[in-house]
């Protein structure tokens, strides 16, 4: 492909990512932009040129090793929920924003100790942003039609343009606030989208180098299976391997949570906790679909190019090798789309590291102490600005300088031992409250330069210098002292071997100098804090300050930094949360730790810590005033929690009489309502028949025969309607009560609902109802009261005529065996019941509010009625809910027969 049709590409390609960024800023609280698949996507800038390359590189070369890379995150994911919970929970509450803040911060927002981890963090992470410049300027060049590496200018370098669009583009999302807390939503969204990218262009390679250059999986295999060194490609070869494996596995462990780039994204960049509940499964399932093909490409590469070309690039050179332009484009596409993300988050990271815990702290503090905020934020964006660039012009002086003599994997491995040297500092601390801020800085720097002695030293000396008698000989021709054999250990990679001896000293330095060097009582307090983080909302009261300070002095170092808006909606937030009067003149230990906290977010913990202690007048704090100040915290704390579940139980308790009362007042209106219909129902036949008696007992002898049988037949119907309501009213009152006693027998159930079906038939005929029985069985044997069950079918089924259209009235039966049970569905095409009656409608006292205009004859009693029988029969009966064009009634037995 010709250069400037290449070029041309990468400049639209970045445009794009520049708008996708600019869009995502503007819509920063959209659910489209900040949600849990964003985040988890934006972790998988894990995934960068050395992984998007170098995995098929030393899958090709050495097998099944590049698993390790992978397997550490992996491993170290389910801890997520426990650790890194805890880590983003005090970030979020301290204000930290960076690694370097944190380690910092747990040792007493040691400034020393913060420069430290930055300087580890940049020795790490520049030769790392090198690599990413390398696979630029390798690929770069294998797809186009320009065969060399880089110009002999680097005004001539395609890659030195690239590397300043890249500053450009991180300068330009990450410094225009002065929080470095603050969330980057276009960067973060423009992460995710590249994650995307690169994933599915890595399995189109896939796809196309195993099914189409090769007849899929086993084709690959069964030829790669006849290469002479295949048995070293698949399996551990021995004990050794294995350990070699192990310390591997815990480097990438490691490298998960202490790279830059990944606490930025997963620590500074998170909005929500909830969101690590779904990156602890979707971030290793995007892990294992970006490898599900990088052995395949990697043995495809090596069948079918051999071992004369990278096998870094494989990737690209497959499809050159068959002349698929266009496959190699976005092959190459997703290569950049993994250095971009690469770089811009890790220049991002390292600035605010620079700036921060640096130059401000070492050598800007006092200008800025005398500035005004509109010009110290200005100052503050162009250090980290400035820091951008100088990070991606080094990491390029390094590229051209080392580019040939380091692969990808190397360089890669390199970081990794690097940056794994935060660990014990780091992790050890987050758990054990005695360790020391001397002792962080022992182990740290003691870690270093045994890296430096056992891997970096004799690599340089080796590939740069060509000088191999200190690897053969060791220091002062001292065989035990050999980097690559320290102490007789021989059967490990330089890597791993490295990785092993400076993490052994290394964390038994920590230990030591803390188990004999106690902290101060700063360190004692943040230690707590972080360890014991349970503090939530009382952080302030629980941080230990004891000296005297002036809220007039706070406010105006406060507005240097913050300007007066923001100074003061602080401090009036501040006071309202703990009720204080904003007339106050002299500052508590709770304000002292509120102040910093602001400062921390623009010019890092340790600048913060210099400029408020330049404001008061500090007094030192025993340790056991610590100790008594902090078990008090711990007390309140613990009281505090206590009230508070006291006071939701009593929420909960008067929510449930509330509710209780509520339906007391119901069932009250319900029976008013039942009594008042009782005493109708009763007062309209006695009425009757007592009309009916006067008219007969004054007009007896000259009433005409017809008329007086009239009479009495009317007598005679409501005398029999009285006796009915009453017997229903006892038959309730009776089943209720538990007194009934029933006739259970063994029945054909079959039977028994076809005489009901026939005892209704002459009112469904009056009526042009129609009842649909589906598929009756012949005979289903149940041990049940028959005339109790007559009375249970009868009730429904009536309903069912009473409230379906004459004529069009539809009524259908099926009867079925379900899990042990008999079950009777009866269902019409009626109004149906109200949601509002559904939960009433079998209650005693009930009558539905939603019946036709003129009401139907009852009580209320039947349905009460038919619930208690069932009951008694240990069976159940209830609407369906779900049934929306009419009204469906189940009906429940047991299917028991009684021999």
Avoid at 438 to 465: H, N, Q
Avoid at 740 to 760: A, M, S, Y
């Amino acid at each position: 492909m010709n250069n400037y049709i290449l070029i041309f590409i990468i400049i639209i390609y970045l445009a794009l990512l520049f708008g996708i960024a600019l869009w995502a800023e503007k819509k920063a609280k959209s659910s489209w932009v900040n949600n849990a698949y964003v985040y988890t996507l934006s972790l998988a800038v894990y995934c960068s040129a050395w992984t998007y390359y170098g995995s098929v590189g030393i899958a090709a070369t050495s097998g099944i090793s590049f698993l390790t890379t992978y397997l550490g995150p992996v491993i170290a994911f389910p801890l997520w929920i426990i650790v890194l919970k805890k880590i983003i929970r005090i970030s979020k509450e301290q204000k930290i924003s960076s690694i370097a803040d944190f380690v910092s911060l747990r040792y007493g927002n040691n400034r020393f100790l913060g420069a430290l981890v930055t300087i580890i963090c940049v020795i790490s992470i520049v030769p790392y942003i090198s690599l990413q410049l390398k696979a630029v300027s390798e690929t770069f060049a294998i797809i186009s039609i320009d065969t060399s590496l880089s110009s002999s200018s680097i005004f001539q370098d395609t890659t030195f343009y690239v590397a300043l669009l890249l500053a450009v583009f991180a300068a330009f999302f990450g410094t225009q606030l002065t929080d470095a807390t603050r969330r980057r939503q276009g960067i973060v969204f423009s992460v995710a989208v590249e994650s995307v990218l690169k994933l599915v262009f890595f399995l189109t390679i896939g796809i196309y180098v195993t099914y189409f250059l090769f007849d899929g999986t086993t084709d690959i295999y069964d030829k790669i299976s006849k290469v002479e060194n295949f048995e070293s490609l698949t399996t551990l070869n021995g004990l050794e391997a294995g350990i070699n494996w192990y310390f591997m596995i815990a480097l990438s462990f490691f490298a998960i949570f202490l790279l830059p780039r990944q606490f930025q994204v997963s620590v500074i960049e998170n909005t929500s906790e909830k969101h690590l509940k779904k990156a602890i499964w979707l971030f290793p399932l995007y892990l294992l679909l970006f490898n599900l093909f990088v052995i395949f490409v990697a043995w495809g590469g090596k069948l079918s190019l051999g071992d004369n070309l990278n096998p870094d690039y494989y990737t690209l050179l497959l499809p050159l090798q068959n002349d698929n332009i266009f496959l190699a484009t976005l092959v190459f596409l997703g290569g950049f789309s993994a250095v971009i993300s690469m770089v811009v988050v890790s220049t991002l990271a390292l600035s605010v590291m620079l700036s921060n815990n640096l130059i401000i702290p070492y050598g800007f503090l006092d200008k800025f102490s005398r500035s005004h905020p509109e010009r110290n934020a200005y100052y503050i964006k162009n250090i980290r600005r400035t820091a951008i660039f100088i990070l991606i012009v080094g990491a390029y002086l390094f590229y051209i300088n080392f580019n040939v003599q380091l692969s990808l994997f190397s360089i890669g491995q390199i970081s990794f031992v690097v940056i794994s040297q935060l660990a014990p500092a780091f992790f050890i601390g987050l758990f054990w409250n005695r360790g020391s801020a001397i002792a962080a800085k022992a182990s740290i720097i003691t870690g270093t330069l045994i890296t430096v002695y056992t891997l970096i030293l004799p690599f340089v000396m080796d590939i740069i210098l060509g000088d191999t008698g200190f690897i053969r000989n060791g220091a002062f021709g001292i065989e035990l002292l050999k980097p690559y054999e320290l102490f007789g250990i021989d059967f490990m990679t330089p890597v791993t071997h490295a990785f092993f001896w400076s993490l052994f000293f290394n964390t038994l330095v920590y230990l030591s100098v803390s188990l004999s060097r106690k902290g101060n009582y700063r360190e004692r307090n943040y230690a707590e804090m972080f360890v014991n983080n349970s503090y939530n909302s009382l952080q302030e009261s629980a941080y230990v300050w004891k000296g005297e300070a002036y809220v007039s002095d706070i406010r105006n170092l406060l507005t240097k930094f913050l300007g007066t808006t923001r100074t003061e909606r602080a401090l009036k937030l501040f006071y309202k949360k703990y009720g204080l009067s904003i007339n106050e003149e002299k500052a508590d230990a709770r304000l002292i730790n509120f102040s910093e906290k602001l400062l921390t977010g623009s010019i890092g913990g340790a600048s913060s810590r210099i400029l408020i202690a330049s404001v008061v007048k500090e007094q030192p704090v025993t340790l056991v005033e610590v100790l008594k100040i902090l078990e008090e915290s711990k007390k309140t704390i613990s009281t505090n929690k206590f009230l508070k579940q006291r006071s939701n139980e009593l929420i909960e308790l008067t929510e449930e009489l509330k509710q209780a009362n509520e339906e007391l007042k119901l069932q009250d209106k319900i029976k008013d309502e039942f009594l008042d219909t009782v005493a109708h129902e009763l007062k309209t036949p006695i009425t009757s028949i007592r009309a009916a008696a006067e008219v007969l007992l004054d007009d007896e002898d000259d009433m005409p025969s017809e008329l007086k049988t009239q009479f009495l037949s009317t007598v005679l119907m409501d005398a029999k309607r009285l006796s009915r309501l009453i017997h229903n009213i006892l038959d309730l009152e009776k089943l209720s009560s538990g007194r009934e006693i029933f006739d259970k027998k063994n029945n054909n159930l079959v039977d028994t609902l076809k005489q009901i079906i026939t005892g209704v038939s002459t009112i469904t005929k009056q009526k042009e109802i129609k009842i649909i029985t589906s598929d009756l069985p012949d005979k289903i044997l149940v041990f049940y009261d028959e005339d109790r069950m007559q009375q249970v079918f009868t009730n429904v089924l009536s309903n069912a005529i009473k409230f379906v259209e004459n004529k069009n009235g539809l009524i259908t039966i099926t009867l079925s065996e379900v899990d042990n049970l008999v079950r009777i569905i009866i269902q019409d095409n009626g109004k149906g019941i109200s949601e509002g009656d559904r939960k009433y409608i079998f209650d005693k006292f009930y009558q539905s509010n939603n019946q036709n205009i003129k009401k139907p004859v009852g009580s209320g009693l039947g349905l009460a009625i038919c619930k208690q029988i069932m009951e008694g029969h240990s069976g159940k009966i209830w609407i369906d809910d779900s049934f929306s064009k009419g009204a469906r009634f189940i009906i429940d037995l047991p299917q028991n027969v009684i021999s």
